[in-house]
Structures are given as C-alpha cells and as structure tokens.
C-alpha cells in the first residue's frame, strides 16, 4: 500500500472511528462495597431501598463465603461522584459494616431518552438507546407493574404492549427524520 493508500485508510478509520463513539458518553462513578454476615434480608432491602432513593445509580447484592466460613452480603453500590457521600452515610447508618471500600471507575453509557407511550392499558415510559444507527426500546418496569396490577393482568403482556407502542413511536420518529433518534 502506497504512501496516500495508507494516509486515505487512517483518515477512513479516524472517520469510523469518531461516528462509532459519537453514540456514547463517558462518566466518572463511585463504586461501594461493603461485606456483612450479620443483618436480615429486610434491612438488606430497605438499606438498598434508601441508596436508590438517594441517587445510587444501582446497588446489587452477591452471596459470599466470608472469614470463619460464614455465609455473607458483599453490598455494592454504584453512584455519580457527588452522591457518594451520602451513599457512605447510609451504608454506616442502615448496615453493620465497620468499613467500606470504594474507587472510582470510568464507564462508557449509550445515549438513551425517555419517552411516554400510550397503550390499551394506559401510559407508560420507555427508554430508548441507540448505537450504531440501531435503536433499542425497554419498556419501564414500575409502569408497566402499575398497569399489569391495575388491570389485573400478567406483567409480561404489559411489558410486550408498551414495548411495542414504543417501536411504532420510534418508527414515526425515524421516518420522519431519517435515524433514530
């Protein structure tokens, strides 16, 4: 390959290269972790509960094989920078840890928004994230779980329902400009 082939083909891949990230964000997060062997699953819930409702982005649980071969929680919770503090402050205030680890992380996220869509079943939220011009569509769950109770039907077909309404919705979208959103 001649000397402007070469050139040609890293303009080309610095090209593809930007319109492949062009779909994601970069951010800085907190990671806490703390291991218990000595609370109950209700105050394990409520604790994550609390983080939630704080601004914890997620907060998940792993079974653990801990010192003196007791069972335990290992609690992680994921959160923005700034609500790391406050995160702390509830895992010492709700949990019986004596410490936490933490670190930061970067991560790369997919754009995505939020929409409302309307079914036979009343409204409900989606969020849709695209990459590559491909765009996916996930229905909310707390909506979709009022709804499901509120006409006493399964989940599953709620979810289906909104799903779908979400797909038409994009589908208008996109024709009209030409790419997801």
Not at 64 to 83: A, E, F, N, Q, Y
Not at 157 to 167: I, L, P, S, T
Request: glycine content about 4%; proline content about 2%; aromatic content about 6%.
């Amino acid at each position: 390959m001649g000397w402007q082939e070469q050139k040609k083909s890293l303009e080309l891949d610095k090209v593809l290269s930007l319109e492949k990230e062009s779909y994601l964000n970069n951010e800085t997060i907190a990671v806490l972790e703390t291991q218990v062997d000595d609370m109950t699953a209700q105050a394990i819930a409520y604790t994550m509960e609390e983080l939630l409702r704080h601004g914890a982005l997620d907060v998940y649980t792993q079974a653990i094989g801990m010192k003196k071969s007791r069972s335990g929680i290992l609690l992680t919770v994921i959160c923005p920078c700034d609500r790391q503090s406050i995160c702390e402050q509830i895992l010492f205030r709700e949990t019986t840890t004596l410490g936490i680890r933490y670190r930061l992380q970067e991560r790369k996220i997919l754009f995505r928004e939020i929409c409302e869509v309307e079914t036979e079943y009343g409204k409900a939220r989606v969020k849709i994230a695209w990459r590559d011009g491909f765009c996916t569509v996930q229905p909310e769950y707390e909506d979709c779980a009022i709804l499901a109770r509120s006409h006493n039907i399964p989940l599953i077909r709620v979810q289906e329902a909104v799903k779908f309404a979400g797909e038409i919705s994009l589908q208008s979208r996109s024709s009209t400009e030409n790419t997801c959103p």
